[in-house]
């Protein structure tokens, strides 16, 4: 019998796949959690052996959850299970080694198959995404960064200070990214990169 904790903040998504779930002979979910927090205190306790966890969620999502994992080098194994197929998610689950990203439109047999196979070491990642991992972002490292500190509210000047630039040279870096990305403001890039996963 496979172990599986389930972390899914979506009462009614979370439901129906631990109902389809327990339908299978040799899995048993052990227990769900509504946010990453409470995943995290129960994969203490109960010591799943698969994690599977969307995305976002409340307090600590999945990719944060499974950075704290590794962190930890808690036994388990996990798959995300998300409606976002991008390039910029996948490729951060790929660097936390985590063994399985499954959409959640897939058929839930195949949610099933994706657990039995990483309780078998193989990697599962959902048909059509593989080619995604090594798609190049369309940003550099500096403008990532900029976007970051500009999402977490900092001023140009502040911005400026953090990257050890002048303030006229933030503000030319921002004005080209604004063009680049077809955007007129701090706030609709921010939402941009953050709707392709890119911060």
Same mark, same amino acid.
């Given at each position: 019998? *496979? &172990?599986? #904790?389930?972390? @899914?903040?979506?009462?009614? /998504? &979370?439901?129906?796949?631990?109902? #389809?779930?327990?339908?299978?002979?040799?899995?048993?979910?052990?227990?769900?959690?509504?946010?990453? +927090? +409470?995943?995290?205190? #129960?994969l203490q306790e109960l010591r799943p052996e698969v994690l599977i966890a969307d995305i976002e969620m409340p307090k600590l999502g999945g990719? @944060?959850?499974?950075?704290?994992?590794?962190? &930890?080098?808690l036994p388990v194994r996990i *798959? *995300? #299970?998300?409606?976002?197929?991008?390039?910029?998610?996948?490729r951060r689950a790929l660097e936390l080694e985590v063994e399985g990203y499954v959409l959640k439109d897939q058929p839930a047999a195949e949610l099933a198959q994706a657990v039995r196979r990483v309780m078998r070491g193989e990697r599962v990642i959902a048909s059509?995404?593989?080619?995604k991992a090594w798609q190049p972002e369309p940003l550099s490292e500096r403008e990532l960064a900029l976007l970051r500190l500009?999402?977490?509210?900092?001023?140009?000047?502040e911005i400026a200070r953090h990257q050890?630039?002048?303030?006229?040279?933030?503000?030319?870096?921002?004005? +080209?990214?604004?063009?680049?990305l077809g955007v007129?403001? &701090?706030?609709?890039? /921010?939402?941009?990169?953050?709707?392709?996963?890119? *911060?």
């Open positions: 019998m *496979i &172990r599986v #904790l389930l972390a @899914e903040d979506q009462a009614m /998504v &979370r439901g129906a796949l631990a109902a #389809l779930l327990a339908l299978e002979g040799d899995l048993q979910v052990v227990a769900q959690a509504q946010d990453g +927090e +409470e995943a995290w205190r #129960l990719l @944060e959850l499974a950075q704290r994992v590794r962190a &930890r080098q *798959i *995300i #299970l998300t409606t976002f197929g991008r390039s910029a998610y996948l059509g995404l593989a080619l500009v999402a977490e509210g900092k001023t140009t000047a050890g630039l002048s303030e006229g040279t933030v503000r030319n870096y921002l004005s +080209e990214l604004f063009a680049r007129h403001s &701090r706030w609709e890039a /921010v939402r941009l990169a953050q709707d392709q996963g890119w *911060i």
